[in-house]
């Protein structure tokens, strides 16, 4: 039996069994980070207490406590999720020592649940990108071919799910940094509504963007995770106060009842077209069993990518303001005085895309500007969840791609910022419209893995999971595995 | 049309240091990128009349102990007692 190819109700299973240890198990993900990640660069640092961790979890197990929801079960955190002690970089140099004074309420409920972080993975600086190339200390490959990137910005979070390194990681998605590469990766990736999981403790990008989500190989699994975070948190007052409803019960109902709308914005100018055709397929799955295909539009979609790139860089630009050498992380002394610990600290601890990124969003804000960028961006951000609004009354969830390419090779657009932001297309509007939205694994186009994204109406992430399941149930993908 | 930045202008806001060479990158860039986000001002917004998030809730006003300051202070690059050193602000 291959310890790291379990599913969350596989593992606890052979532990309720005695087939096998949570010590066992640890050491098996850990043998394969040892062996596979050297080639591919996903993991930044192995956590000491894994192993310890793990034995906790036995003792706990064989004294007859009933298992918790998610008893030793192995799991990646993105580095830009602190925990208590250790080393959190948010793939920057400017944090490249920071050791976090506290643990982000995502990971701490992971934790009370008794899962087991054994890896912390790679990302873009502060989450800016779309193939985890601008990390300070490592690009990430991507197992299908190691010549391409994973995407981005959680890249590291979605290898090391498909490379058998964790049954489950966290990542964060402010545009689509689980969604795309989970598309990229063959995995599962999953953004909930903002507002469903805290964001105490995930090194902000843009504050009204921002959420935290599990990376998976089945909708079940993110499922059981998800669960297990949800929830109103004290510490991050943009969280909802009614208690989040069970998505677990109801995950095979299947779709005989849906409305399935697909929004004619997501399949035309710059999605290659046989992505499209893939996609296309995949809703015909779901017309047979019964769901009704609703085609829709979201009018103001094209327009979706420049109002992202106005409000995101910011937000951003406000957030990095407290990266200024003072209170923790990298700081120039040497230079002179107050004024120039802050530019030569941000100068040598900040890369390009996050140079660029504070500066556009500079001046989006900047006196004279605001109005005609940020705030309008803000107006038609308005719009779009409007139109969102309108289309989830006449269908139950929206079907497109996930991203707009497969995988495409390293170094092929770092030198464009443009054409990097493109990759964003199809998923930020789940984002600006503050509604749950999940990428799950729909086929291959030329060998590489195309995803299938989803979207469901804000705090419907029951319904949103059913439609998910439910294409794993009648379809193989997601169980492919990268040679 | 390009939009006009002042890239010194807005490193100066944003304080970061950019040498000689970023500056005339970020100087080819940054029009390019604006001039792609700016086709937003074309676009008249129709009335909408939902906010875009939830109203904040807000928690009780109550003083409650906080054991992270030594591990806070600890991260700290100049510390004094319980504060973070800092160069003079007004010199």
């Given at each position: 039996?291959?310890?790291?190819?379990?599913?969350?109700?596989?593992?606890?299973?052979?532990?309720?069994?005695?087939?096998?240890?949570c010590?066992?198990v640890?050491?098996?993900?850990?043998?394969?980070?040892?062996?596979?990640?050297?080639?591919?660069?996903?993991?930044?640092r192995?956590?000491?207490?894994?192993?310890?961790?793990?034995?906790?979890?036995?003792?706990r197990?064989?004294?007859?406590?009933?298992?918790?929801?998610?008893?030793?079960?192995?799991?990646a955190?993105?580095?830009n999720?602190?925990?208590?002690?250790?080393?959190?970089t948010?793939?920057?140099?400017?944090?490249e020592n920071?050791?976090?004074?506290?643990?982000?309420?995502?990971?701490?409920?992971?934790?009370?649940?008794?899962?087991?972080?054994?890896?912390r993975?790679?990302?873009?600086?502060?989450?800016?990108?779309?193939?985890?190339?601008?990390?300070?200390?490592?690009p990430?490959?991507?197992?299908?071919d190691?010549?391409l990137?994973p995407?981005?910005?959680s890249?590291?979070?979605?290898?090391?799910?498909?490379?058998?390194?964790?049954?489950?990681?966290?990542?964060?998605?402010?545009?689509?940094?689980?969604?795309?590469?989970?598309?990229?990766?063959?995995?599962?990736?999953?953004?909930?509504?903002?507002?469903?999981?805290?964001?105490?403790?995930?090194?902000?990008?843009?504050?009204?963007?921002?959420?935290?989500g599990?990376?998976t190989r089945?909708?079940?699994d993110?499922?059981?995770?998800?669960?297990?975070?949800?929830?109103?948190?004290?510490?991050?007052l943009?969280?909802r106060?009614?208690p989040?409803?069970?998505v677990?019960?109801?995950l095979?109902?299947?779709?005989?009842?849906?409305?399935?709308?697909?929004?004619?914005e997501?399949?035309?100018?710059?999605?290659?077209?046989?992505?499209a055709e893939?996609?296309?397929?995949?809703?015909?799955?779901?017309?047979?069993?019964?769901?009704t295909?609703?085609?829709?539009?979201?009018?103001?979609?094209?327009?979706?990518?420049?109002?992202y790139?106005?409000?995101?860089?910011a937000?951003?630009?406000?957030?990095?303001?407290?990266?200024?050498?003072?209170?923790?992380?990298?700081?120039?002394?040497?230079?002179?005085?107050?004024?120039?610990?802050?530019?030569?600290?941000?100068a040598?601890?900040?890369g390009?895309?996050?140079k660029?990124?504070?500066?556009?969003?500079?001046?989006?804000?900047?006196?004279?500007?605001?109005?005609?960028?940020?705030?309008q961006?803000?107006?038609?951000?308005?719009?779009?969840?409007?139109?969102?609004?309108?289309a989830?009354?006449?269908?139950d969830?929206?079907?497109?791609p996930?991203?707009?390419t497969?995988?495409?090779?390293?170094q092929?657009?770092?030198?464009?910022?443009?054409?990097?932001?493109?990759?964003?297309?199809?998923?930020v509007?789940a984002n600006?419209a503050n509604?749950?939205?999940?990428?799950?694994?729909?086929g291959?186009?030329?060998?590489?893995?195309?995803?299938?994204q989803?979207?469901?109406?804000?705090?419907?992430?029951?319904?949103?999971?059913?439609?998910?399941?439910?294409?794993?149930?009648?379809?193989?993908?997601?169980?492919?595995r990268?040679? | 049309?390009?939009?006009?930045?002042?890239?010194?202008?807005?490193?100066?806001l944003?304080?970061?240091?950019?040498?000689?060479?970023?500056?005339?990158?970020?100087?080819?860039?940054?029009?390019?990128?604006?001039?792609?986000?700016?086709?937003?001002?074309?676009?008249?917004?129709?009335?909408?009349?939902?906010?875009?998030?939830?109203?904040i809730a807000?928690?009780?006003?109550?003083?409650?102990?906080?054991?992270?300051?030594?591990?806070?202070?600890?991260?700290?690059?100049?510390?004094?007692?319980?504060?973070?050193?800092?160069?003079?602000?007004?010199?």
């Amino acid at each position: 039996m291959n310890l790291t190819q379990l599913t969350i109700a596989e593992l606890q299973a052979g532990y309720r069994d005695r087939k096998f240890s949570c010590t066992e198990v640890v050491t098996a993900y850990q043998e394969q980070i040892a062996k596979r990640d050297g080639a591919l660069g996903a993991i930044l640092r192995q956590p000491a207490m894994s192993l310890d961790q793990a034995k906790e979890v036995d003792q706990r197990l064989a004294s007859g406590s009933s298992p918790r929801p998610l008893e030793g079960v192995p799991v990646a955190i993105k580095d830009n999720l602190t925990m208590t002690g250790e080393i959190a970089t948010a793939g920057s140099r400017i944090l490249e020592n920071y050791r976090a004074p506290y643990t982000a309420t995502s990971v701490q409920r992971l934790i009370d649940a008794g899962a087991v972080p054994v890896a912390r993975t790679n990302l873009d600086e502060f989450a800016m990108g779309t193939s985890t190339e601008t990390s300070a200390f490592q690009p990430t490959k991507n197992p299908w071919d190691t010549k391409l990137v994973p995407g981005g910005s959680s890249g590291g979070s979605a290898v090391a799910v498909a490379a058998d390194f964790a049954v489950g990681a966290l990542g964060s998605d402010t545009g689509g940094s689980i969604r795309q590469p989970a598309a990229f990766c063959n995995v599962v990736g999953f953004k909930p509504t903002y507002g469903r999981i805290s964001r105490y403790g995930l090194i902000a990008l843009a504050s009204s963007l921002d959420q935290v989500g599990p990376f998976t190989r089945t909708v079940e699994d993110a499922a059981r995770m998800y669960q297990v975070m949800a929830g109103f948190d004290p510490c991050d007052l943009t969280t909802r106060r009614e208690p989040p409803e069970d998505v677990l019960s109801g995950l095979s109902k299947g779709v005989a009842d849906m409305k399935i709308g697909l929004p004619k914005e997501f399949f035309g100018e710059g999605v290659d077209p046989e992505i499209a055709e893939v996609v296309q397929a995949a809703a015909k799955v779901y017309e047979e069993a019964g769901a009704t295909l609703v085609e829709v539009s979201i009018p103001h979609a094209p327009l979706a990518l420049a109002t992202y790139y106005i409000i995101q860089p910011a937000e951003a630009s406000s957030n990095l303001a407290r990266f200024d050498g003072i209170r923790y992380g990298l700081s120039v002394r040497e230079a002179g005085g107050l004024s120039e610990i802050y530019r030569h600290t941000r100068a040598q601890g900040f890369g390009a895309e996050v140079k660029r990124r504070i500066m556009i969003g500079t001046f989006s804000l900047s006196a004279g500007y605001a109005d005609a960028y940020y705030h309008q961006a803000n107006r038609v951000r308005a719009m779009l969840r409007e139109e969102f609004h309108r289309a989830f009354d006449q269908v139950d969830v929206l079907l497109t791609p996930t991203s707009p390419t497969v995988a495409f090779p390293l170094q092929a657009k770092i030198q464009d910022p443009l054409t990097m932001y493109l990759a964003d297309l199809l998923t930020v509007p789940a984002n600006l419209a503050n509604i749950p939205a999940i990428s799950i694994p729909t086929g291959f186009v030329h060998d590489l893995p195309v995803g299938l994204q989803l979207m469901g109406r804000e705090w419907d992430e029951a319904t949103l999971l059913r439609a998910a399941a439910f294409y794993q149930s009648k379809t193989d993908w997601h169980t492919r595995r990268p040679a | 049309m390009h939009v006009q930045t002042d890239v010194p202008k807005i490193a100066e806001l944003a304080r970061i240091t950019l040498t000689s060479d970023e500056a005339a990158t970020f100087s080819e860039q940054l029009p390019r990128i604006l001039d792609y986000v700016s086709q937003l001002q074309a676009v008249t917004v129709e009335q909408v009349a939902a906010t875009p998030m939830s109203p904040i809730a807000v928690r009780a006003d109550a003083v409650s102990s906080s054991h992270v300051v030594e591990a806070i202070l600890a991260e700290a690059p100049e510390r004094q007692d319980r504060f973070w050193k800092v160069k003079a602000v007004f010199s």
